[in-house]
């Protein structure tokens, strides 16, 4: 199985910042990787695919990059929406998996 | 729109059998390879299964943690899958979530169903 390494796992930020994370894979994956936001309660919501894809209606704040093993998600000028936890996720090969999660709150 | 509904979960006694729904609408069901994913209260995504479509076989896959207790199945002509779960543990406790993949990605993502494994 490909395992995925995220961090950090807790983030803390104002209103109007930039923030980055940071998510490894243990073998290479191309670019096969989503970015998820996830509010409590509430579904998974895919922010980016293909490592640097913004999927259709997420802001233009939110972007993505790398290729291989190495990823980030950045944030620029973080808004109160923004506040959630944030999971990569391999789909180059089943099984699936996730990172452990990244908490973005408020500073 | 696309929209995935989960049903079936609640209170079951572990060793027990559930069988999960996820009823799809506003896509073409049988074109899509579903996804089951769960989530454990207050912990990350797990992967648990894919079933594939008409055209590659609808054959599955199962994460190694399931396999042989938990069965992906669908019905295209009304536009469901299913999860059936046997032999429940107290870690099989989470909410499940079934997705439809577009081109691998698991692109939309049900409500979400609880299903609590208590005695």
């Known amino acids: 199985d490909i395992h995925m390494t995220q961090s950090p796992s807790t983030l803390s930020a104002s209103i109007g910042d930039g923030v980055t994370i940071t998510c490894r894979a243990s073998?290479?994956?191309?670019?096969?990787l989503a970015w998820y936001q996830q509010k409590p309660g509430k579904a998974p919501k895919v922010l980016i695919s293909?490592?640097?894809t913004l999927e259709s209606e997420v802001p233009s704040r939110f972007s993505g990059s790398g290729s291989g093993t190495e990823f980030t998600l950045t944030i620029t000028n973080v808004q109160p929406d923004d506040f959630a936890t944030y999971y990569c996720?391999?789909?180059?090969?089943?099984?699936?998996?996730f990172g452990q999660g990244t908490k973005l709150d408020i500073k | 729109e696309v929209q995935l509904v989960e049903s079936g979960g609640g209170l079951v006694q572990p060793g027990r059998s559930r069988r999960l729904s996820c009823s799809g609408s506003?896509?073409?069901?049988?074109?899509?390879?579903m996804t089951w994913f769960r989530q454990a209260p207050g912990k990350g995504l797990e992967w648990i299964g894919v079933?594939?479509?008409?055209?590659?076989?609808?054959?599955?896959q199962y994460a190694a943690s399931v396999k042989g207790r938990f069965t992906i199945s669908r019905d295209d002509s009304r536009s469901i899958v299913y999860l059936q779960m046997n032999d429940l543990k107290s870690e099989d406790t989470a909410v499940y979530y079934c997705?439809?993949?577009?081109?691998?990605?698991?692109?939309?993502w049900g409500q979400g169903t609880l299903v609590t494994v208590s005695s």
């Open positions: 997705t439809r993949e577009r081109r691998e990605l698991p692109e939309y």
């Open positions: 506003g896509f073409t069901f049988e074109d899509y390879y």
């Open positions: 079933i594939r479509n008409k055209m590659f076989g609808r054959t599955t």
């Open positions: 073998q290479t994956i191309n670019i096969w």
């Open positions: 293909k490592a640097s």
């Open positions: 996720q391999q789909y180059n090969s089943y099984p699936y998996t």
